[in-house]
Structures are given as C-alpha cells and as structure tokens.
C-alpha cells in the first residue's frame, strides 16, 4: 500500500466495510456478492435509529478528515476502496475496488493488481491509481456506465493516463474537468510540482514551471475540500498565493504572504475567505478581481482584548488564525492569542481554541463562541496535566482529552484530541472524540473514541 499524506496532518486510519452473502469470481477480475439488507422489514426503535443517526454523523466525520476510506457516489451507486487480508497469504493485505448498490444492495468487488486508492469520480469516468514493483504509481480512469442493464464497471476498456514516482495527494486534490486533469506529482529528482493532462492525448505537462512557482502546491478548504473556485485552482508557494486557470495553464498571483506560513482558506458561496498572513482575512470574489481585506488584524487584537482571557494583569501579544470554516451563511474563526504578563516581560503564553463567528457580509462583526470556550477551558482544567506514558496501543482508540477544534459539520463543531499511543511512536496524530452542537451547546461523544484525561461535561 503507498502511504498517502493526509490534508489535516494526522495518520490514516481504514474502515474496514463488513458485507453479508456469497460471492463469485467473475471475468475481468470482478467479484460479485449478494448483500443482505438485515433490516428490511423490521421495526427498529427511536434508540436504534439515533445510535444509527450517530454511527452516520461520526462517519461523514471520518471520512471528511481523511481518517476514513473517502466514498465516491454516482447516480445511485457508490465507490470506494477497501482493505482485506488475502487468506491464501497470511499477514499480506491489499486493495480492492468495490461498487456498492443503492440501500446496500448488490455489490461488486473488482480485483484489481497493485490497486493503491480510488481517487474520485470526473463526469463518466471513475479515477483510481496502481503501484509497480518499482513503487511508480499509475493513474487509470474507467467508464461508470456499464453495459444496457449490467450497471458493472467496463474495466476492459480502462485508460491509462500517466505514470510519475509519486501522485502526490491525489486522494484529495486532483481536480477533473471535461477536458483535463491537474493533479500534484513528484519527478525522479524529487521536485514537486503541479501537472496538467490531457484527457484527449494523454500528454502530461508541468504547470508550476519558473522560480516563483517553485515548490506550487494545490489549496485546500479547512474543511479538506480542494479550493476551487469558477472553475479556477488556488495554488501558493512559501512566498505567495495564486489562482490556476487549468485549461490555459495561465498562473496569476493573488498575494503575498508576509511569514513563511501555510495561508488557511474557506468557501462561501461564491467566494473564498482567505488568511495568507494566518493574522487578517482577504475575500476573493473570482475572475480577475483581486481580493480586498475583510477582516483586518486589529479587529481580531479588539475582540481578543474584550474577552480579557488573561485577567487585568495580562495584555495582548499576537494572535495566529489556525482555521476559516463556513456553515451555512456564516464564517468561523478559529483563533490561537498570544498574551503575556504587563511590564515589559518577554514571556509569551498560548489560548487556542477560541472560535469566532460572523456573517459572510459582515465579516468584521465577529462574536465569540464563548460557551465552546469556556467548555474547552475547563477541560483543560480538569485533565491531568501530564500524559500517561504507555507501552503499547490501547485495545480500543483512545484521546488524552479534547484539545483542538478540527471543523464544523452539520452545525457541531468537531472536536479532537491526541491519540493515545506508546512512547516509541514519535508522529501524532488526531481523533475525532466529541462534537459542540453550536446552536444549543449540547455535547455529542464519539462511541468509538474513548477519552482518558478529564471528566466528560454536558453544558448547563
């Protein structure tokens, strides 16, 4: 399997998708299986349909932070990957393509060697990678509409499109129009770049050419969608941000980014508020407009100052905006204060987790969420303050506590924490634990994830 970087920094983490009923080998490689439908003509009670609605939500929440096996729908049939042990080989794992029917119906399993991912679905065709024994990945695409009254995958008339040593971040950010490709791709010498191909005669060029691209890669939402906009990709490099128009290939700079930092973005509507600096807000409307400043870094340093996080002997240093979600007609921001003690003391300390809220034309008129923050800091409050240093990975999946907001989905603001795991694991990585309904302060726990540190509060 090629381990793929995911977009919110943490480890991937697979659902394994259980399914009922025989199964038989096919032509082409293709594994067809009868699905039970376990429910069908049984009453089920209102604690069964919520933990079913839970079991839902924390699901959609999985997959749109990269820790679950991303699903890929058209029309009414869905496609996704999934992993399973070859029983003839003990220990060996691999790949398998599955297309699921509609309310878990017929399901097809295409056996497909060194399949590596399914990336997505681009008009009629469905996309997916492959790995030689060179570790080169391919990029292949395939028809979704099979023949009249079959509904399979017509895997004999499969395209290649390229092969490069690393498809960089595909899973995520490859983007399909009619006519193109443009995807993130590493050469033999190592060098990122931003690729372009040709969907007509398979031709590959290298977008991101010249210095001031150098080291280009494709945006993302902080909600982990790709950043596009009337059709155009906003790129940035350490230096700058750009917008991609693919077809052309033409690269226009939208702004400069005064630290070598990662700008944070998010989509409403039709534009994208963007943080190029991580301390102001920009509003980019499309075409060849220029984005103009919305929210400026003063506004944050006045609402920060009002909240008084730091009592009367503290005062203000800087601020870092972490992320920019939109739900529905409102932006969210995620924000991190620098304070420090008055008189002239050097000495900096952090308060993270602090989410503000505003219209999307008015941006500037923020309020803060503070029953979320004062949630999160009583948390921190009553967790232990040193982790508990373990051996080996606990049995079931564990966070010392909630500590960072990782997006908003169906009006609750996720919450995740660090995973626990032994001490010999160097990397972190983050799970989803709890969910802050922003409209009436109700904590929803994730079943799955078990929290160690401190004491799980329901808001009065």
């Known amino acids: 399997m090629v381990l793929r970087r995911c977009a919110a920094g943490m480890i991937l983490v697979l659902a394994l998708i259980g399914t009922t009923g025989c199964q038989r080998e096919e032509s082409g490689g293709r594994v067809t299986a009868a699905v039970d439908n376990a429910l069908s003509g049984v009453s089920i009670s209102a604690g069964e349909l919520r933990d079913r609605s839970q079991k839902e939500f924390w699901s959609r929440v999985q997959e749109g932070l990269g820790l679950e096996e991303k699903k890929f729908s058209h029309k009414n049939m869905t496609y996704f990957a999934e992993l399973q042990d070859d029983d003839d080989e003990e220990g060996t794992e691999r790949w398998v393509l599955v297309q699921q029917g509609p309310d878990g119906g017929e399901l097809w399993r295409y056996n497909i060697q060194d399949l590596t991912a399914v990336w997505g679905i681009g008009g009629q065709w469905l996309y997916y990678t492959t790995q030689n024994w060179e570790e080169e990945e391919t990029l292949w695409r395939v028809p979704l509409e099979g023949p009249a009254g079959s509904g399979a995958l017509r895997m004999d008339e499969k395209e290649e499109l390229t092969t490069m040593p690393v498809l960089a971040d595909m899973y995520e950010s490859m983007y399909v129009s ?191 969420l503070e029953g979320l923050l004062n949630y999160m800091l009583g948390y921190e409050k009553e967790a232990e303050t040193d982790f508990e240093i373990v051996t080996e990975y606990p049995d079931e999946a564990e966070v010392y506590a909630p500590s960072r907001i990782a997006g908003i989905k169906d009006g609750k603001v996720i919450l995740s924490g660090v995973a626990v795991a032994p001490a010999y694991v160097s990397s972190i990585s983050f799970l989803p634990c709890e969910a802050y309904d922003i409209e009436t302060g109700e904590i929803t726990y994730n079943p799955a994830v078990k929290i160690r540190n401190g004491k799980k509060k329901v808001i009065e």
């Not at 750009?242 to 980014?257: A, C, D, F, N």
Request: overall charge negative; hydrophobic content about 30%.
């Open 178 to 368: 009619e006519t193109c490709v443009v995807f993130e791709g590493m050469d033999e010498n190592g060098n990122n770049g931003i690729y372009k191909c040709d969907l007509d005669t398979k031709k590959c060029t290298l977008l991101s050419k010249g210095y001031k691209y150098a080291g280009g890669v494709l945006s993302f939402t902080s909600d982990h969608k790709l950043a596009v906009l009337d059709g155009r990709l906003i790129i940035q490099t350490n230096r700058f941000v750009y917008v991609l128009e693919p077809e052309s290939g033409q690269i226009t700079r939208l702004t400069g980014k005064d630290k070598n930092v990662y700008a944070v973005m998010g989509r409403a509507e039709d534009s994208m508020f963007i943080s190029p600096d991580c301390r102001q807000v920009l509003r980019y409307d499309g075409g060849e407009k220029k984005p103009v400043c919305v929210v400026g870094g003063d506004t944050f340093q006045k609402r920060l100052e009002e909240l008084r996080l730091w009592g009367t002997d503290g005062e203000y240093r800087d601020h870092t905006i972490d992320d920019i979600y939109t739900y529905g007609d409102r932006l969210y921001f995620s924000v991190t204060v620098d304070w420090g003690k008055k008189g002239g003391n050097t000495e900096h300390k952090k308060i993270g987790n602090i989410l503000f809220s505003a219209g999307t034309e008015d941006a500037g008129n923020m309020v803060c």
